[in-house]
């Protein structure tokens, strides 16, 4: 949950071609900004539809739809109709399946009757996509995968890969062995450790340990530790032993406005 200052899970990735958010929980929609202008975004991936992972999306949709540096009219003549360039470029929205119905339910709770086009973020801001569980999508210059994993709700971690580096992100889930697919041999391993404990529930997290057992096994370069159920920087440098007791190569403890670059690949 947001706690002193910090947003729920969201994830933005830059490439020399691309931008992709991973994630967008509360929050999000505003600290993207201090970034990029979400109509310079060119994904948005979903792991899964929790709120904690997910809430942001229709005001990042409805950002999309107000043009940088153009002038919004408020609609005159009951056609809701902007004037601004790029309004056919839409985002995709990769969400699991099943999840557009869920995504119209949310724009119908809060309609713009005076300016429709607002109401239709789904359509206009987004190409809605609900992607396939193991399957990898182009992005321009990156792959993205979509790989199982296994929570209480349909849930993918988010693998990345390009010519400049390789990410893996868990999303949330109880261990599992495609997390070391989802891992192997990425330059930053992004993952949950939201539990002092490994979780035997049906719910689905990871403890700390678990996670630099995963790093390890995987090959992993660097490891950023994210997801966390308490804000106490004591807490938070638990679980970084947690998972030091596992994983020998660099841990990191994810802040919000933390940044990481990964080495150019030879070629």
């Known amino acids: 949950m947001p706690a002193d200052g910090a947003a729920s899970s969201g994830y933005l990735v830059r490439t020399e ?9 509360p929050g999000i929609a505003v600290m993207l900004t201090r970034y990029i202008h979400a109509s310079q975004l060119d994904a948005v ?20 739809m107000l043009p940088v540096g153009k002038t919004w009219l408020v609609d005159t003549d009951g ?16 969400v699991p399946r099943g ?14 009757r005076t300016i429709p086009h607002l109401n239709r973020a789904f359509d206009l801001a987004y190409e809605v996509i609900e992607y396939e569980r ?43 062995d495609n997390l070391v697919t989802l891992a192997k041999d ?3 391993f992004l993952a949950e450790a939201s539990l002092q404990d ?19 096994r995987a090959g992993a370069r660097e490891l950023v530790l994210t997801h966390f159920t308490a804000p106490q920087p004591a807490w938070k440098e638990a679980r970084r032993a947690d998972a030091a007791a596992e994983f ?20």
């Open 198 to 216: 490994p979780d035997h529930t049906r719910h689905g997290h990871l403890a700390g340990v678990e996670v630099g057992r995963v790093a390890a």
């Open 134 to 176: 193991g399957q990898s999508y182009e992005l321009a210059d990156v792959t993205i995968t979509m790989v199982p994993m296994v929570h209480s709700s349909p849930d993918c971690g988010i693998r990345i890969d390009g010519a400049s580096g390789s990410l893996g992100f868990t999303g949330d889930t109880a261990y599992n």
């Open 79 to 94: 056609k809701g109709d902007f004037h601004g360039d790029d309004t056919d470029r839409r985002i995709k929205l990769l």
């Open 186 to 188: 990425v330059d930053i």
């Open 45 to 64: 991936v979903i792991s899964h539809m929790h709120l904690d992972h997910c809430y942001d999306v229709l005001p990042i949709g409805k950002q999309a």
């Open 17 to 25: 071609q691309s931008n992709i958010l991973m994630d967008c929980g």
């Open 248 to 267: 020998t190569g660099p841990i990191h403890i994810g802040e919000p406005g933390m940044t990481f670059s990964t080495p150019v690949k030879e070629r």
């Open 99 to 112: 999840a557009r119905a869920t995504l119209d339910q949310l724009a119908e709770l809060f309609p713009v």
